[in-house]
């Protein structure tokens, strides 16, 4: 035993001794550190866009580190997938729509909303400023192309309906998301299912100026575009409170320097996001984030469920708070 504290005597008195005893604390905090983190595997809706800039500045500033996070952000293969594989607990959480999320509580999906991104609709109907469209009653007769079926039409039937028309007074034409190049072509004089963050600037840069109709100013209940959710078995867990902390200092440092916050969302796939419009979204989109990621509106959420139910796309309607949004 002497001989042993001989030894370490001398290591530690010496400068390689220093030296290794050194790493060995580096390395032990290192890995306490890690062992400290709980990961987050987050599916996205879709590939990364300034939709998705408070995940994607929370990752590149710490701010996920600095709550002992460690978020996996996933791009998926197939959009409609992340909630179903939240669902099914191959994932932690996915960002979804809120009127998705209505159908999926309806359908039986064990989910939780958690936290919103974008905290208002961007949904509209789209024509071209060089046609003769200048309200809605003026699509008697025309013909409005759209990309999914069930929201998208209730959509439309709604704004019909407050200008005393149906779906027998416009021709409806799937148009496979291809929403702007059918306006372009004039394959259809109108879309629905444009994002107003999105395709209006796609328009505008492709000298097709475009003007929208919004659908909260046209009979549908304001609502959450873009919202996080989780399995109803880890809606407690501590970490997406902690997740919502890191999501709000994104937001704010975003809506405090936009243009430093547009230099750090760009460098994260800089081949795919540094291009005109993404700019032009980038602005359009900074005052719909969430200010309060992790803050329900449980009213908003009532009154949405009672129109999705109304408008026959779910049949029950569940107390918010209770079933399906928490506030972490």
Same mark, same amino acid.
């Given at each position: 035993?002497?001989?042993?504290?001989?030894?370490?005597?001398?290591?530690?008195?010496?400068?390689?001794?220093?030296?290794?005893?050194?790493?060995?604390? *580096?390395? #032990?905090?290192?890995? $306490?550190?890690?062992? +400290?983190?709980?990961?987050? !595997? @987050?599916?996205?809706?879709?590939?990364? =866009?300034?939709?998705?800039?408070?995940?994607?500045?929370?990752?590149?500033?710490?701010?996920?580190?600095?709550?002992?996070?460690?978020?996996?952000?996933?791009?998926?293969?197939?959009?409609?997938?992340?909630?179903?594989?939240?669902?099914?607990?191959?994932?932690?959480?996915?960002?979804?729509?809120?009127?998705?999320?209505?159908?999926?509580?309806?359908?039986? *999906?064990? #989910?939780?909303?958690? $936290?919103?991104?974008? +905290?208002?609709?961007?949904? !509209? @109907?789209?024509?071209?400023?060089?046609? =003769?469209?200048?309200?809605?009653?003026?699509?008697?007769?025309?013909?409005?192309?759209?990309?999914?079926?069930?929201?998208?039409?209730?959509?439309?039937?709604?704004?019909?309906?407050?200008?005393?028309?149906?779906?027998?007074?416009?021709?409806?034409?799937?148009?496979?998301?291809?929403?702007?190049?059918?306006?372009?072509?004039?394959?259809?004089?109108?879309?629905?299912?444009?994002?107003?963050?999105?395709?209006?600037?796609?328009?505008?840069?492709?000298?097709?100026?475009?003007?929208?109709?919004?659908?909260?100013?046209?009979?549908?209940?304001?609502?959450?575009?873009?919202?996080?959710?989780?399995?109803?078995?880890?809606?407690?867990?501590?970490?997406?409170?902690?997740?919502?902390?890191?999501?709000?200092?994104?937001?704010?440092?975003?809506?405090?320097?936009?243009?430093?916050?547009?230099?750090?969302?760009?460098?994260?796939?800089?081949?795919?996001?540094?291009?005109?419009?993404?700019?032009?979204?980038?602005?359009?989109?900074?005052?719909?984030?969430?200010?309060?990621?992790?803050?329900?509106?449980?009213?908003?959420?009532?009154?949405?469920?009672?129109?999705?139910?109304?408008?026959?796309?779910?049949?029950?309607?569940?107390?918010?708070?209770?079933?399906?949004?928490?506030?972490?």
């Amino acid at each position: 035993m002497s001989k042993i504290r001989e030894i370490r005597k001398s290591m530690k008195n010496s400068v390689a001794g220093k030296k290794w005893l050194a790493a060995c604390a *580096l390395s #032990l905090l290192v890995s $306490a550190q890690a062992l +400290a983190e709980d990961k987050v !595997t @987050l599916l996205l809706d879709w590939f990364v =866009n300034p939709d998705h800039a408070p995940i994607v500045i929370a990752e590149k500033k710490g701010y996920f580190a600095e709550q002992g996070l460690k978020v996996d952000i996933q791009e998926p293969a197939d959009p409609s997938m992340p909630p179903k594989l939240v669902a099914a607990g191959k994932a932690d959480m996915a960002v979804t729509y809120q009127p998705q999320l209505h159908m999926q509580i309806d359908e039986g *999906l064990p #989910l939780t909303r958690v $936290a919103t991104l974008i +905290a208002t609709p961007l949904n !509209t @109907l789209v024509t071209l400023k060089s046609s =003769n469209i200048q309200s809605i009653a003026d699509l008697k007769g025309k013909k409005v192309g759209f990309s999914v079926g069930g929201f998208e039409d209730t959509l439309l039937k709604v704004m019909l309906k407050q200008h005393g028309m149906t779906f027998d007074d416009v021709e409806l034409i799937n148009v496979n998301w291809s929403l702007s190049p059918s306006l372009i072509t004039g394959k259809v004089d109108a879309v629905v299912g444009a994002y107003r963050n999105f395709e209006l600037n796609q328009l505008d840069i492709e000298n097709h100026p475009g003007h929208a109709f919004y659908v909260e100013e046209e009979g549908v209940p304001a609502y959450d575009e873009l919202i996080m959710v989780v399995n109803n078995k880890d809606r407690d867990n501590d970490k997406y409170r902690r997740f919502n902390v890191a999501l709000e200092q994104a937001v704010q440092f975003i809506v405090n320097h936009p243009d430093e916050a547009w230099g750090l969302f760009k460098d994260y796939k800089p081949k795919e996001l540094d291009n005109e419009l993404n700019r032009r979204a980038w602005k359009d989109t900074l005052p719909r984030f969430a200010l309060q990621p992790g803050a329900l509106g449980q009213r908003r959420y009532e009154t949405f469920a009672s129109f999705m139910q109304e408008q026959g796309l779910i049949k029950n309607k569940v107390p918010a708070l209770v079933e399906y949004a928490i506030e972490p």
